[in-house]
C-alpha cells in the first residue's frame, strides 16, 4: 500500500476516535514510519498517539521524531512519562536528545531520570562536541577473555535484548582494557567449551573518546564495520559506536562540506523550517566577502583600460572574450578543487601527496588547455573576425588561465588541510574569485605584450 493511503486511514481512524484500530494499524509499521506520520500532527493529536503507542516501541519512535516535535511532547507530558521515556531510550539516543533541547527542558528531564542514567547522561553531555564519547553507547555486551562460549551465551540470552547490538562482543582483561573482538558468528559456530580468548580477534581497530566524529566515520568506512569501540587514554573499553550513528555523522559532515563548498554558514536546522532571516543571515557574510574581493576585479579592469580602449575593433573583441575566460578558468578550478576535497575526505589523498597531485592536475590542464587553445583560437579568429594576433592573445590567455586554475584548485584545498582548515572552504565560489582577478591579469599582460599596446 502506497504512504499517501496509509496516511489517509491513520488519518480517519484518528479523527473517528478509533484509537484501538489505530493503535493496532499503527503496530504494522516501521517505527521510522510511525514517526513519519506523526511529523504530520498538531500538539494536540500528537499528544494523543504519542500515548496510544505501546511503551516498548514509543522510545524508539521518539528517538525518530524531529527535534522540535521532541521538545514539544517534553514540554506536554508529565515527568513520571518523561521518566519512563528516558529510562527506555537506548543512552546515545538520550544524548543525542538532550544536546538538541533548551537548558530550561534539559534540567526537567534530567531531574525526571532516575538517578543512575542521569549521572551517565551527565557523564556524556561532558565530552567535547562531536567527539567519539559524544556519540558511543553504553548498551554493549563484554566478557572477560577466560569465560567459554557456553557461559557467554547464558549472558547474551540475560542481557542481549537491552543491548543495542549484539553482533560483535568485546573482550577484556582484569584491568578493563580491551584486548580482542569476537564476531557473534564465529562463537555461536564453535565448541561449547571453548574459550573466548581462543577464538577471538586480538587485532582491535577502535578509536579514543577525544577522536573528532569524522575520524570515527572515517575508520568504521575504511575497516567495514558494523560497531566501533570506543576507549579512554588508558585503552580501556568504556563504550561503542554503531553504524547507524555513524551515517548520522556522515550525513552532517556531507551536508557540512556541501554548504561551506556553495559558500553558506553551516546549519543544522531544515531548510523547510529554517525563516529566511536565517537562511539570509547564513549567506550574506560569504557573499559580502566576495564582492569586497570582486572590488579588486573591476580595478585590475579600469588599470588596464588602455588596452581596451586602443582599438575599437580589437576592444570589442577583447571585452567580449572577457565572461569566457572568467567562466572557463572558474569552472576548471572548481572541477580540480572538487576532486581534491574529495580525495582528502575520503583519505585517498595525503598532504604527502601535494606535489604527486600538483603534478596529476598540471598534465590535466595542459591536455584541457591544448584543446581549448585550438577550439578558441579558431573560434575567434573565423566566427568572431577577429585577426590573428588577437585571437591569439584570447587563446593563450584561456591556456595560462586553465593551467593557473587547476593548479589553485589543487593547492588551494591542500593547504586548508595542511593549515588545520576545512578544505572544503576553498572550494568553487572562493577559487572562482581568486581565479578571476589573476585570469584578467594573464589576459591583459599577454595582450599587451603580443599587441604592442
Keep these: ?218 575508520v568504521v568506512r575504511r575497516y567495514d564495520l558494523m560497531a566501533i569501540p570506543v576507549v579512554d587514554k588508558e585503552e580501556r573499553l568504556v563504550g561503542i559506536i554503531t553504524a547507524d550513528d555513524v551515517m548520522d555523522v556522515i550525513e552532517e559532515e556531507t551536508t557540512e562540506d556541501f554548504e561551506k563548498m556553495a559558500a553558506l554558514t553551516p546549519s543544522e536546522d531544515e531548510y523547510l523550517k529554517t525563516s529566511p532571516f536565517k537562511l539570509a543571515l547564513n549567506r550574506i557574510p560569504w557573499l559580502l566577502l566576495m564582492a569586497v574581493i570582486a572590488v579588486f576585479t573591476g580595478m585590475i579592469i579600469t588599470y588596464y583600460e588602455d588596452v581596451l580602449s586602443a582599438s575599437a575593433s580589437v576592444g570589442i573583441i577583447l571585452t567580449a572574450c572577457i565572461p569566457m575566460l572568467m567562466d572557463t578558468g572558474g569552472n576548471c578550478g572548481a572541477q580540480s578543487s572538487t576532486l581534491i576535497i574529495r580525495g582528502l575526505s575520503l583519505g585517498q589523498i595525503t598532504l604527502k601527496d601535494f606535489f604527486k597531485a600538483l603534478w596529476k592536475e598540471f598534465r590535466v590542464a595542459m591536455i584541457v588547455g591544448t584543446v581549448l587553445f585550438a577550439f578558441t583560437l579558431c573560434r575567434v579568429r573565423f566566427i568572431n573576425g577577429a585577426e590573428w594576433g588577437v585571437a591569439f592573445v584570447v587563446a593563450a590567455a584561456l591556456f595560462c588561465t586553465i593551467v593557473l586554475a587547476k593548479a589553485l584548485g589543487c593547492a588551494m584545498p591542500m593547504l586548508a588541510k595542511r593549515l588545520g582548515l576545512d578544505p572544503a572552504l576553498m572550494a568553487s565560489p572562493l577559487i572562482t574569485t581568486v581565479v578571476d582577478m589573476s585570469s584578467l591579469v594573464i589576459y591583459f599582460s599577454i595582450a599587451r605584450a603580443v599587441l604592442k599596446i
Design 1 to 218: 500500500m502506497e504512504w499517501a493511503a496509509i496516511e489517509k486511514r491513520l488519518n480517519s481512524l484518528l479523527e473517528a476516535g478509533r484509537h484501538g484500530e489505530l493503535r493496532g494499524a499503527m503496530m504494522m509499521l516501521n517505527e521510522v514510519d510511525i514517526a513519519q506520520y506523526m511529523e504530520t500532527l498538531n500538539k494536540e493529536q500528537l499528544l494523543l498517539v504519542f500515548r496510544i503507542l505501546p511503551k516498548d516501541i514509543s522510545a524508539d519512535v521518539f528517538s525518530y521524531m524531529s527535534a522540535e516535535q521532541k521538545q514539544t511532547l517534553i514540554e506536554s507530558i508529565g515527568d513520571s512519562e518523561i521518566r519512563t521515556l528516558i529510562d527506555d531510550m537506548f543512552l546515545d539516543d538520550a544524548v543525542d536528545f538532550l544536546e538538541e533541547l533548551p537548558a530550561s527542558v534539559v534540567r526537567r528531564v534530567l531531574q525526571s531520570a532516575d538517578p543512575e542514567k542521569r549521572n551517565l547522561i551527565n557523564q556524556f553531555l561532558r565530552y567535547p562536541e562531536n567527539s567519539a564519547g559524544s556519540l558511543m553507547t553504553i548498551e554493549y555486551l563484554e566478557f572477560r577473555s577466560d569465560v567459554t562460549v557456553r557461559g557467554a551465551m547464558d549472558i547474551i540470552r540475560q542481557e542481549g535484548l537491552d543491548k543495542e547490538t549484539i553482533y560483535t562482543l568485546y573482550i577484556i582483561d582484569n584491568t578493563h582494557h580491551l584486548i580482542g573482538t569476537l564476531a557473534l558468528r564465529k562463537m555461536i559456530l564453535a565448541s561449547e567449551d571453548t574459550v573466548l580468548s581462543d577464538i577471538m580477534d586480538r587485532n582491535v581497530v577502535s578509536v579514543c573518546t577525544t577522536d573528532d566524529q569524522e575520524k570515527v566515520a572515517d
